[in-house]
């Protein structure tokens, strides 16, 4: 069985993240890994230095923690990109509502254009057109709304960021009521942190089309800490 990583953070572009690309390729190799998405955060923090900067330099600053990953894993360790995107009004009016897409290219980011302060229909609209996937993020932690079900196309069943309480068993529950894909990630910020999600499949997923096509299709079954979660 091959293990892909399916959220991960990386400093330098996500703000609460504190591992480098390096470590990360590192960390997630010894943990048995065959590879990972980045999913670092398009959120305002991402950006608090660079407000005025236009949204090409921003798509550029993101790109650059997906391409150190990249020079990081050689061609024994795949890297795939994708993000977790907040659509919070602004700092003062954060909403703890997170967004992963999966399947994200450098030109969907240019083409969608600043998303930050999108609704969650316009961004499901935006990766719904593009074939992408939209999975919310850790959907019953502390503080956040599970929104609309059908702008989503899955909920996030495991989280193992050891720092909150995700609730994972309600959002396992409300994946299967809902019929809503489900996903497992381990939600890595530190070197120290969790390795204990992530996806299982027979087939080795080396680039976002096999993975796209993987998630559709079930073929997968969830990483967990307590053992293999049937979808």
Known sequence: MYKLEMHTHSKG?????????????????AAGYHGMVSTNHINLWTFYQMEDASWEEKVHHFMSGYNALKEAAGDDFDVLLGCEINL???????????????????????????????????????????????????????????MQNNLLDGVE???????????DYLAYI????????????SDLHHADGNTNGGIL???RIRDNQKLLEILRSGRYELEHPEGVWNI
């Open 201 to 203: 499949t027979e087939e």
């Open 88 to 146: 919070s009004e602004s700092r003062e009016k954060y909403l703890s509502n997170d967004y992963l897409v999966y399947g994200v290219t450098e030109d969907w980011l240019l083409k969608t254009g600043e998303m930050l302060h999108f609704t969650l229909k316009q961004l499901s609209d935006a990766v719904r057109e593009a074939g992408l996937l939209l999975v919310q993020a850790h959907p019953f932690r502390y503080q956040t709304l599970i």
């Open 174 to 185: 409300w994946a299967k009521k809902h019929g809503l894909l489900m996903t497992s990630g």
């Open 157 to 167: 069943a495991f989280n193992g960021n050891a720092g909150h309480d995700s609730h």
């Open 13 to 29: 572009v996500s703000h609460c993240a504190d591992i480098t690309p390096a470590e990360e390729v590192a960390v997630l190799k």
